[in-house]
T-cell receptor, first 115, second 112 residues
Framework: GAVVSQHPSRVICKSGTSVKIECRSL??????MFWYRQFPKKSLMLMAT?????????EQGVEKDKFLINHASLTLSTLTVTSAHPEDSSFYIC???????????FGPGTRLTVL | QKEVEQNSGPLSVPEGAIASLNCTYS??????FFWYRQYSGKSPELIMF????GDKEDGRFTAQLNKASQYVSLLIRDSQPSDSATYLC????????????FGKGTTLSVSS
């Protein structure tokens, strides 16, 4: 199955700083990856689709200037939370592949805490 | 906007009982349906997927799909304390079936 890694697993930052989260495909190249966000005791919400070599596609209500997505290579997508605020504190998870075909469709997630 | 609805619970069952988890979805055109289990602080892990009306069984788990009623369920037989988790229902968000729309999840507690 697909293997997806994320780094860092946890990050704590001060309000106003920017945080970069990396999502790597460890087995095969991925032209498309997805970013999800999960607030405490809430469900996962699809934020955006990351497309290699082109602009990301954002879901309704997600600010593209705040959540910068870069998919510069076939194995790496990055999500940068710019000028983070406490309300951005969440669990960010990336994924790739097909959920029914890839045993590890989701990455392990990154817990962001903004103080 | 596709929506997926679940009862948040908690659903409490004794060890060995059958746990029944339910989910409804808004888009009649949805084709792919998934059940995930999520432990606290972890990413979701796939339990089952189902495409066709009827039942699909895998070990202690049975997924049931009724497209006419826009309803999908998950039965867990012989529930174990280790099954205690949040169960997320999801439908495919795009035609390729590679992104998912999730329900809010149902918390299951299995007591020993």
């Amino acid at each position: 199955g697909a293997v997806v890694s994320q780094h860092p697993s946890r990050v704590i930052c001060k309000s106003g700083t920017s945080v970069k989260i990396e999502c790597r495909s460890l087995d095969f190249q991925a032209t498309t990856m997805f970013w999800y966000r999960q607030f405490p005791k809430k469900s996962l919400m699809l934020m955006a689709t990351s497309n290699e070599g082109s602009k990301a596609t954002y879901e309704q209500g997600v600010e593209k200037d705040k959540f910068l997505i870069n998919h510069a290579s076939l194995t790496l997508s990055t999500l940068t939370v710019t000028s983070a605020h406490p309300e951005d504190s969440s669990f960010y998870i990336c994924s790739k592949g097909r959920p029914e075909a890839d045993t590890q469709y989701f990455g392990p997630g990154t817990r962001l805490t903004v103080l | 906007q596709k929506e997926v609805e679940q009862n948040s619970g908690p659903l409490s069952v004794p060890e060995g009982a059958i746990a029944s988890l339910n989910c409804t979805y808004s888009d009649r055109g949805s084709q792919s349906f998934f059940w995930y289990r999520q432990y606290s602080g972890k990413s979701p892990e796939l339990i089952m997927f189902i495409y066709s009306n009827g039942d699909k069984e895998d070990g202690r788990f049975t997924a049931q799909l009724n497209k006419a009623s826009q309803y999908v369920s998950l039965l867990i037989r012989d529930s174990q304390p280790s099954d205690s988790a949040t169960y997320l229902c999801a439908v495919a968000a795009n035609q390729e079936g590679t992104a998912l729309i999730f329900g809010k999840g149902t918390t299951l507690s299995v007591s020993s």
